[in-house]
């Protein structure tokens, strides 16, 4: 066990959601991105939306899944071309995918 504050993972979170996020989101260059990191690290530091709530967030998710999808399908076709174009598709494709599995995982808190 260690009593570094750096250790904690609330501090770890915290980190992530400044440092990590914040890179990601400059490159990918979608205000949206950001905010589902967000609400993604909120989650992971332990605020779980309470069950009334739930369905709003997952419907809220999975909105931004489909515009994520859509994304994707864009760079897989008339914005394909280049490096940076390749590794925005695959952030996007990953995103998409872990909303989903979010999402489902949200719903067994309601349960």
């Known amino acids: 066990m260690t009593d570094r504050v750096e250790d904690n993972p609330l501090v770890q979170v915290s980190d992530l959601r400044v440092e ?6 400059d490159f990918m260059g979608d205000e949206d991105f950001g905010k589902v990191l ?35 399908s864009a760079f897989m076709s008339y914005k394909k071309g280049t490096s940076e ?21 949200l719903k067994y808190v309601v349960r």
């Open 38 to 72: 967000d609400l993604t690290t909120k989650i992971i530091a332990g605020e779980i939306p309470e069950p009334a709530k739930i369905a709003a967030v997952c419907a809220r998710l999975e909105a931004y899944a489909l515009k994520f999808r859509m994304q994707y």
């Open 85 to 105: 174009a390749n590794m925005k598709k695959n952030h996007y494709k990953e995103l998409y995918t872990g909303i989903d599995r979010l999402v489902d995982s």
């Open 20 to 25: 990590w996020a914040q890179e990601a989101t």
